[in-house]
């Protein structure tokens, strides 16, 4: 087993605990801070790639600036504050469980087909993860996704902002505590 193999199954096995730690959490920092982990382990892949400008943005964008929007927007939203756990559309479970089913049964269909992905931008073998080559693809081929997801991710945050802000039964001030709707019954 030679060195990269070795990274490689590390960040790996890191990557899927942190994708589990993610979506297990019942802590909304706990689950940022999985995603953290598999955001770093995602740029050890690029770098072991020879993706080594791709995997730069992969830390200082999202593993910096995209974590720490979502770990404001949950400070800002309260965890201190206890969920109802209740669910709200009957056989909410079942209904979860066969639709996972149909996903990995989708998947597993999907990975017996031969996939090509990309353009023909990356046929030179030399420009793979180069700063021309995805300021190229980025602002040239993908202009409108790019500033598409970039407008999205503004209006989720103004929008998480503003429900933090007002909340769903008005104007509410910063200084005053929230008032649990138990108790108003």
Do not use: K
Not at 11 to 32: D, E, H, M
């Amino acid at each position: 087993m030679n060195a990269e193999l070795a990274i490689f199954v590390i960040f790996a096995v890191t990557a899927v605990a942190g994708a589990f730690v993610l979506i297990g959490a019942r802590n909304p920092v706990y689950s940022a801070m999985g995603l953290l982990t598999t955001m770093f382990s995602i740029a050890v892949f690029y770098i072991l790639l020879d993706a080594q400008f791709i995997a730069a943005v992969q830390v200082i964008i999202y593993a910096g600036a995209v974590m720490m929007l979502f770990l404001f927007v949950i400070m800002l939203i309260g965890v201190d504050r206890s969920d109802r756990h209740e669910e709200v559309i009957p056989f909410q479970r079942t209904l979860t469980a066969i639709f996972a089913v149909g996903v990995l049964a989708l998947f597993a269909v999907a990975g017996r087909q031969a996939w090509v992905t990309g353009s023909s931008a990356f046929s030179d073998p030399d420009l793979i993860g180069t700063v021309e080559n995805v300021a190229d693809e980025l602002f040239g081929t993908w202009t409108i996704a790019f500033l598409t997801t970039t407008f999205l991710l503004t209006i989720a945050a103004v929008g998480t902002i503003a429900l933090a802000q007002f909340g769903p039964g008005g104007r509410q001030s910063i200084d005053e505590p929230a008032s649990d709707p138990e108790e108003s019954l």
